[in-house]
């Protein structure tokens, strides 16, 4: 049966303090972060990919540049993949976000697919301003290899629509720090999740 094999990634760990929302704030990533995106990109140079579309924010390039012997003309880098946009949450903490808007950090835990906080994207934005890249994806590229550089967020929510789960268990994929993970789209609409958050290849950092 014909498949689409579509492998999602997640940067490496980025120079930012833990608990802090970045969303789309263009970060560094940490010392450690950039070997695990070397270590990253040795594997994407591995599995004989047809196309590598990435977020072009910093941290998810870092990865892309560094795969050895792929085209850079199917290389394609997408704005619309990059994280959620948290708005006037951006750069803060939890606790500072409870000081600021009290009770509103669970309300969006509570209502995950439609919460929007101040100026910011719902998960469902979310979706909405990037499905495109992924249906284009799928669309007809039967036999081939494909991986998305992205971030935790968003493979998260690709994952769930593929997979027809509701985004209010998002969070039932855990998406540690350049994890890879793989789900094949078949020609009659089955979508199998062969595997998630896999670190494997990060052995020895």
């Known amino acids: 049966m014909d498949r689409i094999e579509v492998f999602f990634l997640r940067h490496g760990e980025v120079d930012s303090p833990q608990g802090v929302f ?19 990109a040795e594997r994407l140079s591995r599995l004989k990919l047809d196309r590598i579309l990435s977020s072009d924010l910093s941290r998810c390039i870092h990865t892309v540049k560094n795969v050895k012997g792929f085209p ?25 976000i409870e000081g600021k808007w009290p009770g509103e950090m669970q309300r969006r835990m509570n209502e995950l697919a439609t919460y929007r906080p101040p100026g910011g994207e719902s998960l469902s934005d979310l979706w909405n301003r990037s499905k495109d890249v992924l249906l284009r994806c799928l669309d007809g590229h039967y036999g081939k290899r494909v ?17 027809g789960i509701d985004l209010q268990n998002l969070f039932s994929f855990q998406q540690d720090y350049a994890c890879f993970n793989r ?23």
């Open 22 to 40: 970045y969303g789309q704030m263009d970060v560094p990533l940490s010392q450690r972060g950039r070997e695990q995106s070397l270590k990253s």
């Open 72 to 96: 850079d003309n199917r290389i394609i880098i997408e704005p619309a993949l990059r994280e959620i946009y948290f708005g006037r949450w951006q750069g803060l903490s939890w606790d500072e």
């Open 147 to 163: 991986a998305i550089v992205a971030h935790g967020g968003i493979n998260r929510v690709f994952m769930c629509m593929l997979l």
């Open 183 to 205: 789900v094949d789209s078949y020609s009659d609409g089955l979508r199998v999740l062969r595997f998630v958050n896999c670190t494997c290849h990060l052995e020895g950092l």
